[in-house]
């Protein structure tokens, strides 16, 4: 069986139009491999598991929570796939420290929450792509909210997440990623 596939359009093009802001790390660049201790720690990628430093600026005016997002579009199943999902981040919090996306939790600010990722698990899951397919791409996403909270709770999906996001949306900074191995 061949994995190769065609590349799938960037998922955020296909939403309502949005302003963007910037979303920057000093752990992970644009358009670059993940480092190794960005990948997962299990299912044979052999990573460190930690989520990436990320900040943001630029946001717009009225901004009053944060939605913070991983997913890969690339993975060989319907729909892609969430590795992370950060909920009612406050407008206040304009970074997140490495590793804030550790199964503890010790790392969200307070008043957010992760809900689980595709492996049930409410944390960061790190790049793991099949061995031998292409260049997968991890797009790390904020999305500026004119809600201060979603009234969601920590047992929901990420699909919910951002569908409940949706027309809430005031503005959306995307860092596009990849790996492979």
């Known amino acids: 069986m061949s994995l190769q596939r065609p590349i799938d359009p960037d998922p955020y093009s296909l939403l309502p139009e949005v302003p963007a802001f910037t979303l920057t790390s000093k752990d992970v660049a644009a358009d670059e491999q993940l480092d190794l201790a960005h990948v997962h720690s299990g299912m044979g990628a052999g990573g460190g598991n930690r989520s990436p430093q990320l900040s943001w600026e630029g946001f717009p005016a009225g901004t009053q929570s944060f939605v913070v997002t991983c997913f890969d579009p690339d993975a060989p199943i319907p729909g892609g796939f ?46 793991a792509p099949p061995p031998g397919d292409r260049p997968h791409r991890y797009l790390f996403a904020v999305l500026a909210l004119d809600v201060p909270t979603l009234g969601l709770n920590d047992q929901v999906t ?24």
């Open 82 to 127: 969430w590795h992370w999902t950060l909920v009612d981040v406050p407008a206040a919090v304009t970074e997140l420290a490495t590793d804030a996306g550790s199964a503890t939790g010790s790392g969200v600010p307070a008043g957010a929450f992760q809900v689980p990722n595709d492996l049930g698990e409410r944390a960061y899951a790190g790049a």
């Open 158 to 181: 990420p699909a919910v997440v951002n569908f409940t996001a949706l027309g809430h949306v005031l503005g959306r900074a995307v860092l596009s990623t990849t790996y492979a191995h």
